[in-house]
């Protein structure tokens, strides 16, 4: 399989703990997105990744939200002292480079369950 | 308003009729549209990508875009009990940069 893939699948947490969430894009795709959704909602755009630099940040991501994509190939996104509110589907998105394109394909997400 | 909007449904079709899905978009700047399938407790799924005004047209999907309008649609020809999901409109604003903005999404119903 060359889809995006996430991992863990499913987190629960206690509020207060730290959590790590790892992405690996499509191989051939240099940009790298996270998301986050909530029921009833759309996904809501949190960071944005070309190659390894971290190009555009969403004024959701707050400062307990870290995200990093080291060698430009998988990306980890950690929340610090998690709250409730945190709860969420994170997903990841992955597409080529094309100015002209801004196709974007999920993974499976990992949600998150803060209790 | 909002950037993106979109009916929350439910829309009821019978199985084997059109079902027409629609969102708005805000912002003329907007260049790209793209609509997303979603199951329940599944990831959005990219089904249909559109940058002219006019009709684009694959297997049993149209998606119609009027940006005169800041308008687009989709079409879904012989609708299928495994169409009954979440439809997920999705606009590139520029002063987004690359981030797509979504709208809430209309829930499908196909009734066998």
């Known amino acids: 399989d060359t889809g995006v893939s996430q991992d863990p699948r499913h987190k629960i947490t206690k509020r207060g703990q730290n959590v790590t969430f790892r992405c690996d894009p499509i191989?051939?795709?240099?940009?790298l997105y996270w998301y986050r959704q909530t029921l009833g909602q759309g996904p809501e755009f949190l960071t944005y990744f070309q190659n390894e630099a971290q190009l555009e940040k969403s004024r959701l991501l707050s400062d307990r939200f870290s995200a990093e994509r080291p060698k430009g190939s998988f990306s980890t996104l950690e929340i610090q002292r998690t709250e409730q509110g945190d709860s969420a589907m994170y997903l990841c998105a992955s597409s080529p480079e094309d100015r002209l394109s801004y196709e974007q394909y999920f993974g499976p997400g990992t949600r998150l369950t803060v209790t | 308003q909002k950037e993106v909007e979109q009916n929350s449904g439910p829309l009821s079709v019978p199985e084997g009729a059109i079902a027409s899905l629609n969102c708005t978009y805000s912002d003329r700047g907007s260049q790209s549209f793209f609509w997303y399938r979603q199951y329940s407790g599944k990831s959005p799924e990219l089904i249909m990508s559109?940058?002219?005004?006019g009709d684009k047209e694959d297997g049993r999907f149209t998606a119609q875009l009027n940006k005169a309008s800041q308008y687009v649609s989709l079409l879904i020809r012989d609708s299928q009990p495994s169409d009954s999901a979440t439809y997920l409109c999705a606009v590139n604003i520029p002063q987004a940069g690359t981030a797509l903005i979504f709208g809430k999404g209309t829930t499908l119903s196909v009734s066998s």
């Open positions: 559109i940058y002219s005004n």
């Open positions: 191989s051939e795709h240099n940009r």
